[in-house]
């Protein structure tokens, strides 16, 4: 194994969370017990300090169809508008006809937004079902995987290039830098969007590690990709979506010099030592240490006779659960709203899912697998916290939707 970012081959294991179905692999009834499973291990590079997995579920399994859909929560389609009106008023606020490419570009909640602009858009999307929900919407889809080969077939050049929580799944990583090169144009705008490490490991979020996400980034080690393909970063913050996002703005090496606010925070993340290996070796300690006090909460609520229902199915869920080893003797159902998912059951634990209308008792926990839309959960569900519902939340993110 070489190092996905540098080819270095110094890359030593930090987190393993043993064997783990693909977890976006939401089951009908007729093929539970009969998911594969592959390893979920993390190595750290010694050489540029991007913590990856070792293992790739291939792409085509993991994004030819998935139900994912952005546009079901609404403080995601919130953020998607927050970002097309400010890389619009930042950089193209006086530029005529003006275009933008997202990609992964789901079901074209972050286009949308872009099209209210005045923007020629197009989108890419390897998954057929959101592919198709998109063009439905009348935003222009295309249904493959983002390349050097797709990128020729469309043959044109943007003023922007969109990457939102796309970037870390990329199997053809040096293929798809190479391909914005080719696609941006010379005052073009790359807006990247990333979980941040330095967050997950802040939050204990270690469920943000799954198969999809085969790399996790700082600004340090996503800086490191970006300049061997001739781009740089010239200014970021951090959003709260996810529980702690990075939006980072790119453009081709020379163009601009970097922000003072992309400064503080490189020295921010500096002071941190979260790109050292011994961040890493206590991020594994506390990891283990959750789940043992996540294990005596939920056994303790079971021997109470307390019924403990999932507030969510996020993919992510699916790591906690499976490494926390929580099945449904522990967790009855996981309630969610996605209509897709109605009728299946969680890879690995075979928790069953219950759509919202299927719900028809109150448990006397809602465990928040779902934890990154605090803010919006607690909101949202007060008549049910007034009712005596427990909301818990696994994981206490700094930051929330
Ligand atoms: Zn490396």
Redesign the pocket.
């Known amino acids: 194994m070489i ?6 081959t110094k890359l030593e294991p930090v987190v393993n969370l043993g064997e783990q179905p693909w977890c976006n692999n939401f089951l009908k009834k007729e093929d539970v017990g009969k998911e594969p499973f592959y390893p979920l291990r993390v190595l750290f ?1 010694h ?4 913590s990856q997995l070792d293992s790739t579920v291939k792409k085509e399994i993991m994004f030819g169809d998935h139900t994912y859909l952005s546009g079901t929560t609404k403080s995601l389609s919130e953020h998607f508008r927050n970002i097309a009106n400010e890389v619009d008023a930042k950089f193209f606020a006086n530029t005529r006809q003006k275009s933008v490419l997202d990609i992964g570009s789901n079901d074209g909640t972050q286009l949308k937004h872009f099209q209210a602009l005045g923007y020629e858009v197009l989108g890419v999307e390897s998954s057929k079902t959101t592919a198709r929900i998109a063009n439905d919407a009348g935003v222009p889809t295309l249904h493959a995987f983002f390349n050097q080969k797709t990128m020729s077939d469309i043959g044109k050049k943007f003023d922007i290039f969109n990457a939102s929580g796309v970037f870390f799944h990329l199997e053809e990583l040096h293929s798809v830098c190479e391909a914005i090169k080719q696609g941006l144009k010379q005052d073009g705008v790359f807006v990247v969007q990333f979980l941040y490490m330095k967050s997950i490991m802040e939050n204990l979020a270690f469920d943000q590690i799954y198969h999809e996400h085969l790399l996790y980034y700082s600004l340090e080690t996503i800086e ?1 990709l970006l300049n061997r393909h001739g781009f740089s970063m010239f200014d970021a913050y951090l959003a709260s979506i996810h529980g702690g996002s990075i939006i980072g703005y790119i453009t081709h090496k020379g163009n601009r010099e970097p922000s003072e606010q992309l400064l503080a925070m490189r020295e921010d993340e500096r002071v941190s030592g979260c790109n050292t290996i011994e961040a890493y070796r206590e991020f594994d300690l506390r990891i283990q240490r959750m789940r043992q006090e996540n294990l005596v909460y939920l056994n303790d609520a079971k021997a109470a006779g307390k019924r403990v229902f999932g507030f969510g199915a996020p993919v992510k869920g699916n790591t906690m659960l499976n490494y926390f080893g929580v099945g449904p003797d522990l967790i009855e159902c996981l309630v969610e709203k996605n209509e897709l998912r109605r009728g299946l059951y969680s890879p690995g634990m075979h928790i069953p899912l219950l759509i919202e209308d299927e719900v028809t008792e109150l448990p006397d926990i809602y465990y928040v697998l779902a934890w990154n839309f605090k803010k919006e959960i607690l909101a949202n569900n007060q008549g049910l916290i007034d009712k005596g519902v427990e909301f818990y939340f696994p994981v206490n993110p700094k930051v929330s939707a």
């Open positions: 190092c996905r970012i540098c080819d270095s590079c050489d540029c300090h991007t490191v």
